[in-house]
């Protein structure tokens, strides 16, 4: 059966960058990133989560790293040129992005905010990331994804 695109998909196909499409069942609602890489059957290092934060400026940040790595507060902020920088509430999410929680992708935003993509996933032949709402994921090129949301490299997570 046919799945129905997301707009995350439209955007790639109009950029024309190539990725691959991997869709799960979700039957509880949003899973947790381990159990997202086992039931589309990745390397759960391959498998990114975006995280969307604040810095001490009030700006907003998106990083791009793997599902079972943590944030590195410190090192985010250094890699935006921020004293410091914090998660967002879950509440905020929504409204700013357009993405629901465990749904959010780096592409597609309401409105494009800078985005760092973690050091460790640059060397990969491709990576997964959320295509924009529960149960549907898009596998492309670190260096296509990074292009195409105008993001950079760094290491930003432990």
């Keep these: 059966m046919a799945e129905e695109k997301t707009n995350v998909m439209r955007v790639l196909d109009q950029k024309k960058v190539p990725y691959t499409p991997h869709h799960y069942a979700h039957p509880d609602g949003a899973v947790d990133g381990a159990s997202v890489a086992a039931l589309i059957d990745r390397d759960p290092a391959a498998v990114c989560k975006t995280l969307v934060t604040q810095g001490a400026s009030k700006k907003y940040y998106v990083f791009v ?8 507060l410190k090192a985010a902020a250094k890699a935006v040129g921020e004293k410091s920088i914090e998660m967002i509430k879950q509440a905020q999410l929504l409204p700013l992005t357009g993405y629901v929680h ?41 260096a296509a994804l990074a292009g195409l949301v105008r993001g950079s490299f760094a290491p930003v997570s432990k």
Excluded at 65 to 72: A, F, G, N, Q
Excluded at 119 to 132: H, M, N, P, Y
């Design 65 to 72: 790293i793997p599902v079972l790595k943590e944030l590195d």
């Design 102 to 142: 465990g749904g959010c992708s780096p592409v597609g935003m309401k409105k494009q905010f800078p985005t760092v993509l973690d050091q460790g996933v640059e060397g990969l032949d491709a990576i997964t990331v959320s295509a924009g709402k529960i149960g549907a994921q898009v596998e492309l090129a670190p």
